[in-house]
T-cell receptor, first 112, second 111 residues
Framework: EAQVTQNPRYLITVTGKKLTVTCSQN?????MSWYRQDPGLGLRQIYYSMNVEVTDKGDVPEGYKVSRKEKRNFPLILESPSPNQTSLYFC???????????FGNGTRLTVT | RKEVEQDPGPFNVPEGATVAFNCTYSNSASQSFFWYRQDCRKEPKLLMS???SGNEDGRFTAQLNRASQYISLLIRDSKLSDSATYLC????????????FGAGTRLFVKA
């Protein structure tokens, strides 16, 4: 089954404790991207990748890192999480710029 | 001005009604356009791609007007199950591969 898999679904952590949210797709998509969704602000792009070893900042990249060592994986790294990074995170992939995005199930992160 | 603007609603309509949503975008170089549906903080799910020629899928019709920089979604014969948030999504390759979401329009369909 074609899908985007994110883990974990729920995560509660403390300020400053490094964490990684994994994202994997099995559709051989070139493009992958991370978003956060906050009440009243909608979905905002954090980072995206157009291919292996090619990543770029979205609209809200501060406090986040990503890597794209393999085509299928695009982990989101929070080196030192802070409470303002409490949010609902989505990973997505698409074949190209003209194709729709396929979303993972989301990760609900709480930083205390 | 936001890059993609939607009326947040909510739209409250009875079953069987026809409802229309509009979405405007500011970047004339935007390349592709989509409508997504999102239920209760779950992942967005593709409803329709949007083309200048217009496209229809059952009760749903989407239209793109590049000259006026807006996209529309028409839902005919609304069902209770259509209750959700509808997101317009604009993708552009200018200066990268950016994805801009509208804030979403909330729809409630009542019996």
């Amino acid at each position: 089954e074609a899908q985007v898999t994110q883990n974990p679904r729920y995560l509660i952590t403390v300020t400053g404790k490094k964490l990684t949210v994994t994202c994997s797709q099995n559709m051989n998509h070139e493009y992958m991207s991370w978003y956060r969704q906050d009440p009243g602000l909608g979905l905002r792009q954090i980072y995206y990748s157009m291919n292996v070893e090619v990543t770029d900042k979205g609209d809200v990249p501060e406090g986040y890192k990503v890597s794209r060592k393999e085509k299928r994986n695009f982990p989101l790294i929070l080196e030192s999480p802070s409470p303002n990074q409490t949010s609902l995170y989505f990973c997505a992939s698409s074949l190209d710029l003209n194709s729709p995005l396929h979303f993972g199930n989301g990760t609900r992160l709480t930083v205390t | 001005r936001k890059e993609v603007e939607q009326d947040p609603g909510p739209f409250n309509v009875p079953e069987g009604a026809t409802v229309a949503f509009n979405c405007t975008y500011s970047n004339s170089a935007s390349q592709s356009f989509f409508w997504y549906r999102q239920d209760c903080r779950k992942e967005p799910k593709l409803l329709m791609s949007v083309y200048s020629s217009g496209n229809e899928d059952g009760r749903f019709t989407a239209q793109l007007n590049r000259a006026s920089q807006y996209i529309s979604l028409l839902i005919r014969d609304s069902k209770l199950s259509d209750s959700a948030t509808y997101l317009c999504v604009v993708m552009t390759g200018t200066g990268g591969f950016k994805t801009i979401f509208g804030a979403g329009t909330r729809l409630f369909v009542k019996a």
